[in-house]
């Protein structure tokens, strides 16, 4: 038999609503591979043990009926968003010993819905970087292979779920963060539809471009940690009215997928674009070649992330530049270099290449693509132009951060194993608001190429 970390978040809790399992027990073996593992990963810097048990004690007096959907189930969240009582560090010195007075509106609504948090992840410093590793708690390593990082910036729930630690991990996305780490550590990633999961109040308030979302081991795992997340909240004035019906309803599955090699930057490596196609090819539906024109997207996403620079933390970083990852203060620069004449031209682009992307959709029903250009590089590296970034974003991940801004849900999963052993994924781009089909894809990708199981932590070759 299985051990209980190798189940499926669906599995677990199937076995805590039937009275198989209780979430004891669950909390147990999740604190056991912690222990056992993260030392190795360095994944869960920040514990809850004991007030997790505490918590899968009450649940555990009550029915599973009335424990929420999520049943007693341990979850871990990212290390930017607060858990009462536990550290809120967004991998930054400055904030190394912040406690939390109150947890976000979205945990509060995981607690709810019978999550219990066991740990928070890792995290690069205010989510800025496609790699994890901070001043705070340091390298973030690959379980696949240790000398390899698992992405960024929701790394740590990546290599969490990669080796066994956790059942679902809350990530989040403002250029890639939920999908490099999916696409690195074999996992899914789903960046949802602005407004599907509710935010906290703040000051970008209306910029759809930073989303939170569930990650996973498989495609039935995000829509049951989706159905979890999602829900109006009125002091997110973006939020979405609560869904019609669950995320777990088998949708109808596409009869059309359009491919797309590359966003017209180039630059894809060849073994990933391979087990990509390989993947494809396994489908008894037509794929089809398509020549989608996404426009001068390096340069609109620059406008685009500079504008969110200077909204959310111009004068934080002004401040304390000194204190911070020298990204931050290389996007602060390019920021303030722009013009009214550039956020015009940027609206105005980015509304043309929805244009072109929603008569994509009167073609095929999703558009698939490699999720990140390259297999996981080496953990003491932060990828090309990283720390060099002024006008144009890393090349590396082009197809992550260059579908952002088309506020579609895009569901990151494996597509197999490149020559060198390491995961590759691909990305399902949806149209707006239609997570359904995005999932629904995803299953039928999943059923041809399978999951990747958790994991034991590798030391490299």
Request: glycine share 10%; net charge negative.
């Amino acid at each position: 038999m299985a051990e209980l970390w190798e189940l499926s978040a669906e599995e677990a809790v199937r076995r805590l609503t039937v009275g198989d399992v209780s979430p004891l027990e669950l909390v147990d073996a999740s604190i056991t591979r912690i222990e056992a593992v993260d030392g190795a990963v360095n994944a869960l810097p920040l514990h809850r043990f004991e007030r997790a048990r505490d918590d899968a004690k009450r649940l555990g007096e009550l029915p599973p009926s009335d424990r929420g959907l999520l049943a007693g189930l341990p979850i871990a969240i990212k290390d930017l968003i607060d858990v009462e009582g536990m550290r809120t560090t967004y991998g930054c010195p400055l904030y190394a010993d912040n406690v939390a007075t109150q947890s976000d509106p979205l945990v509060i609504r995981l607690e709810s819905r019978g999550g219990i948090v066991v740990a928070k992840s890792s995290s690069p410093e205010m989510g800025m970087m496609p790699v994890t590793t901070n001043r705070v708690f340091g390298h973030t390593r690959n379980p696949w292979n240790l000398e390899t990082t698992p992405g960024g910036s929701s790394g740590g729930a990546s290599a969490a779920l990669a080796a066994g630690e956790v059942w679902l991990a809350h990530g989040s996305d403002i250029g890639g963060s939920l999908r490099i780490p999916a696409a690195f550590a074999g996992v899914c990633g789903l960046r949802p539809s602005p407004g599907r999961v509710p935010r906290a109040h703040a000051l970008r308030c209306f910029n759809p471009m930073s989303v939170q979302g569930p990650m996973a081991r498989s495609v039935g795992d995000i829509a049951l940690f989706l159905d979890a997340m999602t829900g109006y909240l009125a002091s997110d004035p973006l939020s979405l009215p609560d869904p019609a019906g669950s995320f777990r309803a088998a949708g109808r599955p596409p009869a059309r997928i359009g491919y797309v090699s590359d966003i017209g930057l180039g630059g894809v490596e060849p073994d990933v674009a391979a087990v990509v196609k390989n993947a494809l090819a396994k489908l008894d539906i037509p794929v089809e070649p398509l020549a989608l024109d996404f426009g001068n997207m390096a340069r609109l996403f620059s406008v685009m992330i500079g504008h969110n620079t200077l909204i959310e933390r111009a004068d934080f970083i002004e401040q304390n530049r000194e204190k911070l990852e020298t990204v931050l203060g290389l996007l602060l620069d390019f920021a303030n270099t722009l013009t009214a004449e550039d956020f015009i031209w940027a609206e105005r682009e980015r509304a043309a290449m929805f244009q072109r992307l929603s008569q994509a959709f009167e073609q095929v029903d999703v558009i698939v693509m490699p999720t990140v250009c390259c297999t996981a590089f080496s953990v003491e590296k932060r990828g090309p132009r990283v720390d060099g970034w002024s006008e144009v974003p890393p090349p590396w991940f082009q197809q992550c951060w260059g579908t952002v801004l088309t506020s579609c849900p895009i569901l990151a999963i494996p597509a197999g194993l490149a020559p060198n052993g390491m995961p590759v994924g691909l990305q399902i781009i949806a149209p707006v608001r239609r997570e359904d089909m995005a999932l629904a894809a995803g299953r039928m990708i999943e059923a041809a190429v399978g999951t990747l199981p958790a994991i034991d932590p590798r030391p490299a070759a």
